[in-house]
């Protein structure tokens, strides 16, 4: 079964510092790797996604992420962090089921920025 | 346009009492997932419907839970006798799954807050 881990419970950076979330999953065949942002109040939204091709792939909000298969990793990164930016950020990875897609998520990391 | 939309926003029970949790979702949308999110636990898959598939529910805890969408639009979730344990927000995503789609993006409620005394 896939497995997603998320070392990190809690990080806390300055505004304008960079940031880079860790994610790193188990799963047999080429996984469908997702990040999703959860802001105070608000739903989980779609910050970025990986199928295939190029292993950097740029999202919203000035997100990137680096898919590298030899270390199962699936990091966020974000070069200049903007206090806005304060939420829970999710990894999750994604099997087809019949035509749908079912996640199965990380625990989460919760960022906290300083100003 | 409106997104997916939960009700009630916010249910406290008391032990071992019924709750039922709705979800609608986007207007067209054939996927339906439910989701948990505990404390510390991130985000437990419960249930899949696709249209008039029968439903994956893998991820039901225990026969406390169920859930059915009916006419393939709104779904209920229904926990009997819950527990403290039950305690979590309940998540409900949807889906414009097109047959033979690699992938459909999911649409995100903003939840049901549950709590059990």
């Known amino acids: 079964a896939q497995s997603v881990t998320q070392p990190d419970i809690h990080i806390t950076v300055s505004e304008g510092a960079s940031l880079e979330l860790r994610c790193n999953y188990s799963y047999g065949a080429t996984p469908y790797l997702f990040w999703y942002v959860q802001s105070p109040g608000q739903g989980l939204q779609l910050l970025l996604k990986y199928f295939s091709g190029d292993t950097l792939v740029q999202g919203i909000k000035g997100f990137e992420a680096e898919f590298k298969r030899s270390q199962s990793s699936f990091n966020l990164r974000k070069p200049s962090v903007h206090w806005s930016d304060a939420a829970e950020y999710f990894c999750?990875?994604?099997?087809?089921?019949?035509?749908?897609?079912?996640?199965?998520f990380g625990t989460g990391t919760q960022l906290k920025v300083e100003l | 346009g409106a997104g997916v939309s939960q009700s009630p926003s916010n249910k406290v029970t008391e032990k071992g009492k019924d709750v039922e949790l709705r979800c609608d979702p986007i207007?067209?949308?054939?996927?339906l997932y439910w989701y948990r999110q505990s404390l510390g636990q991130g985000l437990e898959f419960l249930i899949y419907?696709?249209?008039?598939?029968?439903?994956?529910k893998s991820g039901l805890p225990s026969d406390r839970f169920s859930a059915e969408r009916t006419g393939g639009s709104v779904s209920t979730l229904t926990i009997q006798r819950t527990q403290q344990e039950d305690s979590a927000v309940y998540l409900c995503?949807?889906?414009?799954?097109?047959?033979?789609?690699?992938?459909?993006?999911?649409?995100f409620g903003n939840g049901t807050r549950l709590t059990v005394t």
């Open positions: 999750a990875v994604g099997i087809l089921t019949g035509g749908g897609n079912k996640l199965t």
């Open positions: 207007s067209g949308h054939t996927a």
């Open positions: 995503a949807s889906s414009p799954t097109r047959a033979g789609a690699v992938y459909s993006p999911l649409h």
């Open positions: 419907f696709q249209g008039n598939s029968a439903p994956d």
